[in-house]
Every structure is written in C-alpha cells, then in structure tokens.
C-alpha cells in the first residue's frame, strides 16, 4: 500500500498524524505528508483509518 497526501487539498487540520503517526507527519508548511511508504502491513488499518478521517478527502491510500 501507498500512501499520499495532496498538499493543495490538505487543510492542515492535523488529524492524520493522530490516526496513523507511523505513516504520516505534519511538516513545517503546516500540511501533512506521507513520509513513511509502502505503508508497513501492521499499520496499513490506521492508515486507512487516516484516510477516512480527513475531512477534506486529502489522503488516498491504496
Ligand atoms: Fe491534512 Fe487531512 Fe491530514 S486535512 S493534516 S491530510 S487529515
């Protein structure tokens, strides 16, 4: 699985880092990025879970 975050859809809300912080970070842009790819198998759950979660339907994992 991979995980990618767009950056022009990303508000910054900060919600990914919480869902998932194996997989995703927030940098000093204040935007998330996927930082940790292919997305390990024990936390690919969380990672969609991030995904889901982000209210602006920035992450896509897959
Ligand atoms: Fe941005 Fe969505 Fe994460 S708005 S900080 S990609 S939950």
């Not at 975050?5 to 204040?30: L, N, R, S, W, Y």
């Not at 935007?31 to 920035?58: H, I, W």
Request: with cysteine; aromatic share 4%; net charge negative.
């Amino acid at each position: 699985m991979i995980a990618e975050v767009d950056k022009d859809t990303c508000i910054g809300c900060g919600a990914c880092p919480e869902f998932c912080p194996e997989v995703f970070k927030m940098e000093d842009d204040g935007l998330a990025t996927a930082y940790t790819n292919p997305v390990p198998s024990e936390v690919e759950d969380a990672a969609k879970e991030a995904e889901e979660g982000c209210p602006v339907d920035a992450i896509t994992v897959k």
